[in-house]
């Protein structure tokens, strides 16, 4: 069946090098597959060429953010830039910010902790909503944005955590973005929170080129994929692909209302 509504997918790092080859031909298939896309930064040099593209491609839309695993690397002069790229217009967020504890060698967690916190307040200050990395940080990760996240909005990109932590989150206002793992044999739990997610705070996303839905898994992901998630979501929803997709896409601009 062939759907009239359009897809937006929230989350796609269009700036990886595993589109080095390809990037400007994935771009213009794309023009005509997706409603949209943003590309969230992960540093400095990603967010520069985040907004690039953003600049090159109509549909496309940046945020600007330090990833848990790269700040490390991170100055405080970095908050300033991010502060200054946050005045473009197709900058819609700041992101790809939070926690992640799977990878402990790349950044302590207090340092994780206290960056993640500067660019909370960053975003209060510039009026973005935030793009959250969370990655087996649930507990820290809930505390802070309880106590940190006051008067934000945002998504929890690539949600992971369970449904009671789900409904906490909602409770604080924030949105949840499911991708590729929601498809995946073993997502049972998963699923079950996708099945409860209201429907005005679910957004869909590809997490391109990682995380790549069934029956492609072990391919390079792609942004049109975000299709597949979000004919999933709508099976394991019980309700119309069309409505779902349609509705996705109101919260998108909703939540990100620089983009039009």
Same mark, same amino acid.
């Given at each position: ?49 985040? &907004? ?41 967020? &700041? ?29 209060? +200050?510039?009026?973005?909503?935030? &793009? ?17 996240? +006051? ?102 601009? +909703?939540?990100?209302? +620089? &983009?039009?």
């Amino acid at each position: 069946m062939m759907l009239k509504a359009r897809v937006f997918d929230s989350h796609a790092h269009m700036d990886c090098p595993h589109y080095d080859a390809d990037r400007e031909e994935v771009f213009a298939r794309l023009r005509g597959e997706i409603d949209g896309l943003i590309n969230p930064g992960c540093d400095n040099e990603s967010s520069l060429k985040a &907004i690039g593209y953003a600049e090159t491609y109509d549909f496309v839309y940046a945020a600007v953010g330090w990833h848990p695993q790269e700040v490390l690397r991170m100055q405080d002069e970095d908050l300033a830039r991010l502060e200054e790229w946050s005045g473009h217009p197709k900058v819609v967020a &700041i992101g790809e910010i939070g926690l992640d504890y799977y990878y402990d060698d790349c950044a302590p967690r207090p340092l994780q902790r206290k960056r993640f916190i500067e660019q909370l307040d960053l975003a209060r +200050k510039v009026g973005l909503p935030v &793009i959250i990395h969370d990655r087996d940080a649930h507990g820290d990760m809930l505390e802070i944005v309880a106590r940190e996240g +006051k008067g934000l909005s945002g998504v929890f990109h690539c949600y992971s955590g369970s449904l009671e932590t789900a409904r906490e989150l909602l409770k604080l206002g924030f949105y949840l973005g499911f991708g590729g793992s929601s498809t995946f044999k073993n997502a049972q739990k998963l699923r079950e929170v996708l099945k409860h997610v209201p429907e005005d705070r679910l957004l869909f996303e590809t997490d391109s080129p990682y995380l790549t839905p069934m029956p492609y898994r072990g391919r390079r992901n792609d942004p049109a994929h975000t299709l597949l998630v979000a004919q999933n979501a709508a099976l394991v929803r019980g309700v119309e692909p069309e409505e779902l997709i349609r509705k996705s896409s109101e919260n998108v601009r +909703k939540l990100f209302d +620089k &983009i039009r």
